[in-house]
């Protein structure tokens, strides 16, 4: 997949994030730092990424790769700021960022119903946050050279940022008004700092994932009951997607696979945004 670089993965603590982190140490980066509030899941994903590393799972991974475990709260600025630029020095540089962090939730009874409290926390996760990680990686991307590809030597780029949408990013789903508009908000946040950056040679893009079986999806009764429905009736490929089939396509966008690609909100939705 051509990401030889050092990358940050936040949300790597769990689901679509872990599967992430894995996929850029199987792909042969040289390291990978993982990033959550969940201390506990980070130790959790790191001993993965080690044990794959050991046993030489994938014949593409490197068996130096450097896997650093860091907690920190993607909705503290002074946190991210200094996080992310602990991981570039320690690293040398940074050429890729996946902002996997985000929550979910319903608004019980719509949106006539949903408490600020709610509103304000999702919209700092997800959309505040992911600008925070934004703004810091992209300020040392901007600097560094670019990182040459792995496969055919050609230049690749400064630095590559993966952000996290949705298909509802792109789609109104019921009782998720502050999930929909903050997902929303990370393709507008994606388009814009890619036109930004373009022609720099530092790449923005999103993923889109459908409904994807992660805690996420599954922990909450009220959203996996309204998912499975959905599944049933509205995706094509009437399943749900595994988290790796997630981060195949994050790997894609990060790596030089995709080096024509800025500004992108790539759909992996088993079909259901062509319906
Ligand atoms: N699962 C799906 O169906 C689906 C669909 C579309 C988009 N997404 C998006 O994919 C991303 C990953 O979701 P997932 O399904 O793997 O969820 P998950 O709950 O399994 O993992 C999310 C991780 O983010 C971490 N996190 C939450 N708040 C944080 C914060 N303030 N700072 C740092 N870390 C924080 C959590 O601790 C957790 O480890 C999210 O942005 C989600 O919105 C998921």
Not at 33 to 50: C, M, P, R, S, Y
Not at 80 to 103: C, E, H, P, Q, S
Not at 239 to 244: E, I, K, N, T
């Amino acid at each position: 997949m051509d990401v030889p670089g050092f990358a940050i993965v936040t949300g790597a603590g769990s689901g679509i994030g872990a599967a992430c982190a894995i996929a850029f140490a199987d792909e042969g980066s040289a390291g990978v730092a993982l990033f959550d509030v969940n201390h506990e899941g980070l130790l959790k994903t790191q001993q993965t990424i080690q044990e794959r590393l050991e046993k030489r799972t994938r014949s593409t991974s490197r068996a130096d790769c450097r896997v650093t475990v860091h907690v920190v709260n993607v909705q503290e600025e002074e946190a991210v700021n200094a996080a992310v630029k602990a991981v570039a020095t320690d690293f040398g540089r940074l050429d890729y960022v996946v902002n996997a962090a985000g929550i979910a939730m319903k608004h019980k009874g719509g949106v006539a119903f949903a408490l600020t409290s709610d509103w304000k926390r999702i919209l700092d996760i997800n959309l505040t946050g992911c600008f925070f990680m934004l703004r810091a990686s992209a300020e040392i991307m901007l600097k560094q050279e670019p990182i040459l590809s792995a496969i055919d030597g050609r230049p690749l780029q400064r630095g590559s940022i993966v952000n996290f949408s949705s298909i509802q990013g792109v789609a109104g789903v019921p009782m998720s008004a502050a999930y929909t508009a903050s997902k929303h908000g990370v393709l507008g946040l994606t388009r814009s700092a890619s036109e930004d950056y373009a022609k720099d040679g530092l790449r923005i893009n999103a993923v889109c994932p459908g409904y994807t079986e992660t805690p996420l999806t599954t922990k909450d009764p009220l959203i996996l009951q309204a998912m499975m429905e959905r599944v049933a009736t509205a995706v094509p490929m009437a399943r749900m997607g595994s988290p790796q089939e997630i981060a195949d396509g994050v790997v894609y966008l990060a790596g030089g696979r995709s080096s024509f690609v800025t500004g992108t909100g790539l759909l992996v939705d088993g079909g259901y945004m062509e319906r």
